[in-house]
């Protein structure tokens, strides 16, 4: 089922944009999701705080269109307006309010059609209404790149960026559902400018499914990254000796309970190990406990369950001698193509990495020394982080090249990368 990483980049022969032409936008428009817990916005969101930091240097006004996760508590699409960086409204569709009640009878549905329907509405609301025409739209998934290319043919906007952080090719359960989910792909890919994806297993695995590569939108590789102060890496003798990481929740394809078993056998060649585990709550899964308890690890993994606040995690992720993200190659696992948010958490904090075969971005990490690849099995995840804690120099090795990695992998890097390999697509 894994698919190679294989990349189809734009031609180094087409114009690029001049830094001169980048300062020059005007508007851009960006639609995407967040998490909204206690009227705030969580840090749960598709990159509106890289997205808002970047470009607000470079634009007059942005758009920005926040539709709540189902799971917020206030699922009523926010629309807010900033300028040179400040923001100085927020308002929201007034019919949207109508409809909300209904929107909370379909929280518990897989798929939420209720939820994209809302969200079409919201982004076409806001652009219906927008008098000047946009210089750039940028749609975080395809329900919102959508109407950014209807606008576009009614010539609206100038260039439209479909900007994909999660695909899968087997994204529901329902055959129905899922296939209109690969058909809006589809769609986007081919009448967006440009696609920009997270991981470069995306456009790969689209071509499989039936993408005719030759309509496709040229593609850039657009990272997740880092914010400058998550780079924050503390001496090694700051460090906890012996100290393991695992960052993420214990749904079964982020292999926890790979860790906490591989975690048992390394304890015999030494005893002082121990897991730190981030986001994820020991009371969250039974199993979770018994697992621990008949292993009889109680005291050698520690639960600091899901911290909000990326600057008191970053802290505590630096404290770690060693990150582990090992996911398990179950073949419908979305963790095929996305990119491996919490490797780039565990670089930025110094933290050489333990990974499994699954995560497109592992690869790139071993060939820059910041990772060690292993089959998901935990002997071969167990061996591993023994070798890493016994063979100093080998460690050190492998912690000045996760910096040295984190140190470029930042946000206005990303961005300017992908703003530099844009060019005026022919229509």
Sequence with gaps: ??????????????????????????????????????????????????????????????????????????????????????????????????????????????????????DFLATFYVLSRQKKNVDLFIGLESIFTLVGIIFKKLGKIKTVVYYVSDYSPTRYNSKIFNAVYLWLDRVCAIHADYIWDVSRAMMPARIKNGLDQKKAAPVIHVPNALFPWQINYKTTRQLEPYSLAFAGTNGPENGLDLAIEALSIARKSIPALKLHVFGAALNDSESMVTLITRLKLEQSVIFHGFISDLHALSDMLSTCMVGLAPYRSFPRSVRWYADATKMRLYFGSGLPVITTHVPPLGKEAHEKGCAIIVNDRKKDLAQAIVQMFLHKKNYLKFRKNAVAFAQENTWDNTYRAALSAMHPRST
Excluded at 23 to 39: D, E, H, Q, Y
Excluded at 72 to 83: A, F, H, L, M, R
């Design 1 to 118: 089922m894994h698919l190679t990483s294989q990349y189809y980049p734009i031609q180094s022969s087409t114009f690029k944009y001049s830094a001169r032409e980048m300062n020059s936008v005007s508007t851009i428009v960006i639609a995407t999701f967040a998490l909204w817990k206690n009227g705030n916005r969580t840090p749960l969101n598709g990159m509106i705080e890289p997205l808002l930091g970047f470009f607000s240097k470079k634009a007059d006004q942005i758009i920005l269109i926040d539709c709540p996760h189902q799971t917020s508590d206030n699922i009523v699409p926010k629309i807010e307006y900033y300028q040179k960086g400040v923001m100085l409204k927020q308002t929201t569709a007034p019919f949207l309010f109508t409809p909300s009640f209904l929107l909370k009878t379909f929280i518990n549905l897989q798929t939420q059609p209720m939820f994209k329907i809302r």
